[in-house]
């Protein structure tokens, strides 16, 4: 659907910030989050607070990450770039090369917001290393992943003693390369048992002090769960204790050559000698533990939408909450991501702020990571920067109904395209897996033997949307 200019033009500037008074962003990431959410379909899942959110701003039913592990999506966020070969440790390379001086780098999100008067502050996970900084347990001073980003990066570390055990932490800081740790747990603590308590505190006490400011703010926050291990308060397992869960979609392995994995990051915790893949017991209650987890950073979410509310920044701050990419639940056979289904690439995105239309209703446009900096700097009325692949969602938020573009991924020198209809996975030997969504069996038949042309019509579609970037 076309927008009419004039049209487009009149609810922007009601929706933007004025000149005089600049708006202030709250980024919150979620790692390994899936669309596991009540307001995305799923209907067992206890996410009241993130529901609110969505009810008030604007879900992307079809928001795909650009790279299915933690440090090359995160990448795409800060950078609003395609990971190069995407790797976990992008970053730290990126930061390498402005060191350096080899090669142009444009400026990071924040740095861009930075640049523009905007104090930038980091708690928890944002890039692939909570707190920002390199070394044996990450917590080096004189290796910042994103240099120039933030006015402070902060990590609560708690029990836990340094970033490394926050982000693979169980109660009480068991730390994953101390000790053999169990997959999941429910230990009978308060929210500060686990680091997203203490990632939560922080970040209300920032908030605090960038509310006592007279200058715009940047504040992401970026909690852990539900990271493996899946480790929650147990006052949220209980929630999912008697649930009877769904079954779980084509649960099968494929048949034909595809991303499927052996699931290696799960199968390295303690499983008792029990694997989800044949015992239907135990893979229900790993799903269990995980929507456990969800919910425990659902509550976290409420802390700082409820304190955010209180305080005069509600009006005037624009919200984002997205997930740094999805997670198979024994779909295909798999516990973890790292694969090129659906599963591992499509997480969710809200976006909310004051005035936005039809607040509420969801938009299923095709929309990809890289899409959110230009968005950002759109509603917040900063300089469209030109350096960046992604392509504004103003569109959509304008209008919920407006249609979106392809979304690219990649992973271990493989790179798919989705379309409303279609995915294509391409292989570096030339081999090629095609998946039409407009039947519901979606990802489990192999169709590109059968449409050759379409594969070849996909392919010079990717290529043309990389060679535009």
């Given at each position: 659907m076309l927008i009419n200019i004039t049209l487009y033009a009149t609810i922007l500037c009601a929706i933007t910030a004025s000149a005089t008074q600049k708006k202030n962003v709250l980024l919150i990431c979620v790692d390994d989050l899936r669309p596991e959410l009540n307001c995305f379909g799923v209907d067992y899942i206890h996410s009241p607070n993130i529901d609110r959110l969505a009810a008030s701003g604007r879900a992307f039913h079809n928001h795909y990450v650009n790279a299915p592990t933690c440090g090359a999506s995160r990448y795409s966020l800060l950078t609003g770039d395609y990971c190069p070969e995407a790797k976990n440790y992008a970053l730290f390379d990126r930061a390498k090369?402005?060191?350096?001086g080899k090669r142009f780098v444009g400026p990071s999100l924040p740095a861009w917001f930075?640049?523009?008067?905007?104090?930038t502050v980091a708690v928890g996970k944002i890039s692939h290393h909570p707190g920002g900084l390199g070394g044996k347990n990450w917590d080096n001073p004189s290796q910042v992943e994103m240099p120039n980003s933030w006015n402070k990066n902060l990590q609560p570390n708690g029990e836990w003693?340094?970033?490394?055990?926050?982000?693979?932490?169980?109660?009480?800081?068991?730390?994953?390369?101390?000790?053999?740790?169990?997959?999941?747990?429910a230990f009978d603590g308060d929210d500060l048992s686990y680091p997203?308590?203490?990632?939560?505190?922080?970040?209300?006490?920032?908030?605090?002090?960038?509310?006592?400011?007279?200058?715009?703010?940047?504040?992401a926050v970026g909690f852990i769960r539900p990271h493996l291990p899946f480790g929650a308060p147990k006052k949220y397992h209980d929630l999912y204790a008697e649930l009877e869960l769904p079954p779980i979609p084509y649960a099968s392995k494929p048949r034909h050559r595809s991303t499927w994995h052996s699931s290696g990051e799960f199968m390295k915790y303690k499983r008792w000698s029990r694997d989800p893949n044949t015992d239907p017991a135990f893979a229900d209650e790993v799903r269990r533990h995980y929507a456990a987890c969800v919910s425990y950073v659902d509550a976290q979410v409420g802390k700082l939408m409820e304190r955010l509310e209180q305080s005069t920044l509600g009006e005037n701050t624009i919200v984002i909450l997205w997930g740094d990419h999805g997670w198979h639940l024994g779909e295909h056979s798999v516990w973890g991501k790292h694969t090129l289904f659906e599963e591992s690439l499509r997480s969710p995105l809200i976006i909310r702020y004051s005035r936005i239309p039809s607040p509420g209703q969801a938009s299923t446009a095709i929309v990809e990571t890289t899409d959110i900096f230009p968005t950002l700097c759109e509603i917040a009325q900063l300089p469209s920067p030109d350096f960046v692949n992604g392509t504004t969602l103003t569109p959509q938020l304008i209008n919920p109904s407006h249609k979106g573009h392809v979304a690219i991924s990649y992973h271990d020198k493989r790179t798919s395209i989705r379309t409303e209809s279609y995915r294509l996975i391409l292989h570096p030997d030339g081999y090629a897996e095609l998946y039409d969504h407009s039947s519901s069996r979606g990802e489990i038949n192999n169709i590109a033997e059968?449409?050759?042309?379409?594969?070849?019509q996909l392919k010079l579609e990717l290529k043309t949307r990389l060679n535009k970037l």
């Open positions: 090369q402005l060191k350096d930075r640049q523009h008067g905007y104090t003693k340094h970033p490394r055990g926050v982000m693979h932490a169980l109660a009480e800081g068991k730390i994953r390369t101390e000790t053999e740790l169990d997959v999941f747990e997203d308590g203490w990632i939560a505190e922080k970040a209300l006490k920032q908030l605090e002090i960038l509310d006592a400011s007279d200058q715009p703010f940047f504040l059968d449409y050759p042309q379409l594969v070849n």
